[in-house]
């Protein structure tokens, strides 16, 4: 059995591909969870996608992965990331590495949205890829756990 990946998804990102689409591009989340899907499989890895728009919820996906032992976490908290101590709490709690992601580039933005939480809870952050960040991500999240892309046996 494949070890797991969770994708976890925050505040508003269900609107994908009609909210502010000249900041988000025009993919929706249906095209986020196929492409962390697709990435996920070429590294013998599956990704478990989740969208919340409450924190609550959020938090207890985290724990659900350490629960289950996921691998590994990609996190775009969205809004939360930049408000949510208690998701940088949970994060740091479960001790999962974790890769945070944005989808605009939050430092090219409002002020309020250059700091994160949740950042400082992960190994790594990407921010202003658009949707490739989080091709770009899972590849990072499987080089930091070893994991190996079966069709030509390097390591990411």
Do not use: W
């Not at 999962?96 to 309020?112: G, K, L, M, Q, Y």
């Not at 994160?116 to 080089?143: C, E, M, P, Q, V």
């Amino acid at each position: 059995m494949a070890k797991t990946i969770y994708v976890l998804n925050g505040p508003n990102l269900n609107m994908l591909g009609t909210r502010e689409p000249d900041t988000y591009g025009h993919a929706n989340l249906a095209d986020v969870e196929q492409l962390c899907a697709e990435t996920a499989k070429n590294f013998g890895l599956a990704a478990d996608c989740r969208q919340s728009n409450r924190e609550g919820e959020l938090i207890d996906f985290i724990h659900e992965a350490h629960a289950k032992n996921a691998a590994g976490i990609v996190i775009n908290a969205g809004g939360y990331s930049h408000t949510s101590i208690a998701l940088h709490d949970a994060l740091v709690a479960v001790k999962i590495p974790t890769v945070e992601v944005h989808i605009s580039n939050i430092h090219a933005r409002e002020d309020f949205r250059h700091h994160s939480f949740t950042a400082k809870a992960a190994f790594a952050s990407l921010s202003g890829f658009g949707i490739d960040g989080y091709r770009l991500a899972i590849n990072g999240l499987a080089a930091k756990i070893g994991a190996v892309d079966p069709s030509n046996k390097v390591k990411s």
